[in-house]
């Protein structure tokens, strides 16, 4: 939710719309989010001729921590119907030597297996943040890092994300272009992203759920006045809802299309904002708020 916050300013980033407990028949309790990726000025020229002036790409993800689900493989990006992204995750204690971990005939196919090292992976010169990068960042709270040569072998606590990411762009004369590079944007994403998750851990390291639930909504409340919309009556919450009669609903998650790994991921300009949302996860600025309430 920083990261999305991070990502944001006025007429673009990510809107939230929904985030509330689901309860699916097969995976259990879960979290579903649903958000809104406005980037319209984001998109290369190509994209730009084949999408409306006012772009954005809804996202629905599914989280059942150990295992979570971004998109639907049969339906798509409202604007682009025949665009569709679809992600799994799962979560294992091991340090990414695990065959087969989903255990799905979606892979026998044509595939390629990416290894992501958060540490010694090249990242964009412009997304690059000291503070950001595990090879210096040591955890004041943890312990941990910072990273060295080999540190997957030799880390103790260790766990790896697997993801099984398909992309489909059914449309004659873009498709291989669009598709390879929609991977390598999820790609970078995913990589910066967890160099950020490591390098934030001293912020969320500790938190309740409560406390989570709760910089959850406040920072969504400040994104979306950010971005310039009337920000919808966001639920955040941990009660339980009926059971689902069926398993997580359809849609195409966020990938962000520019010609290179997208602005937005940049680190934030200095800019106004309409609401303050909190700059970190830092608990004792949350307890003293809630004192003060």
């Not at 087969?100 to 892979?107: A, L, M, Q, T, V």
């Not at 966020?254 to 106004?272: Q, V």
Request: net charge negative; charged share 25%.
């Amino acid at each position: 939710i920083k990261h999305s916050h991070q990502e944001s300013e006025k007429g673009e980033g990510v809107e939230v719309v929904k985030n509330e407990p689901h309860e699916d028949p097969v995976h259990g309790p879960g979290q579903f989010t649903e958000k809104r990726v406005h980037l319209s000025s984001k998109l290369p020229s190509w994209a730009r001729a084949v999408t409306p002036r006012i772009f954005y790409i809804t996202e629905k993800a599914w989280n059942y921590y150990p295992y979570t689900i971004t998109g639907e493989p049969r339906q798509g990006c409202s604007f682009l119907p025949k665009f569709s992204i679809y992600i799994e995750t799962k979560y294992e204690d091991n340090c990414g030597d695990s065959e087969n971990i989903f255990h799905s005939d979606k892979i026998l196919g044509d595939h390629e297996v990416s290894f992501l090292d958060i540490a010694f992976d090249e990242i964009p010169e412009r997304y690059y943040r000291s503070l950001e990068d595990p090879r210096f960042f040591s955890s004041a709270k943890t312990g941990r890092g910072p990273l060295r040569e080999g540190w997957r072998q030799h880390t103790k606590p260790i766990m790896c994300s697997y993801k099984l990411v398909s992309v489909k762009f059914e449309v004659w004369g873009l498709q291989t272009r669009v598709e390879q590079f929609v991977h390598k944007v999820i790609r970078d994403i995913l990589l910066i992203g967890h160099r950020q998750a490591f390098a934030w851990v001293d912020e969320w390291c500790g938190m309740t759920m409560e406390e989570v639930r709760r910089y959850e909504q406040e920072t969504q409340e400040a994104t979306n006045e950010l971005i310039g919309l009337v920000a919808p009556a966001i639920s955040v919450s941990e009660v339980g809802q009926p059971t689902a009669t069926h398993s997580a609903p359809a849609s195409a998650p966020s990938t962000p299309l520019s010609d290179e790994a997208p602005e937005f991921l940049a680190p934030p300009k200095t800019r106004p904002r309409k609401k303050s949302a909190p700059e970190t996860l830092t608990l004792p600025a949350l307890r003293e708020r809630a004192g003060a309430e």
